[in-house]
């Protein structure tokens, strides 16, 4: 495509749809980032679009990922010791519920996505 075909974008196609058929483009739009008109057009073109997954969100889930990988080698770490060189049993409780709010906040994330896409 080029800079002429984008400039000479005077020629409208109409698409009558249901209002349910409304709303379902729109909500399909905000997956990929792309206005209503822009993604039919590119779809009709041959475009496939790639899911905009949000990037905040993959790096949120990966963060959560790496602590709790840390939190449980620490609670790894705390069982294996030999009785009275671990960690005391508040700081595991501490651990257990640091890892009980990261398990929240990843189930959090991962249904707003679920709901956005």
Known sequence: ???TDKKDRQHPIKVYVSATEREEIERRTG???????????????????????????IGALIKLHADQGRLGGLLKLWLTEKKGEGTNASEVRSVLRQIESLQMELARIVMAEKKRL
């Open 1 to 3: 495509m080029t800079d």
């Open 31 to 57: 997956g990929v980032k792309m206005p209503p008109s822009t993604l039919m057009r590119s779809l009709a073109l041959g475009f496939e679009p790639r899911s905009a997954f949000d990037k905040d969100a």
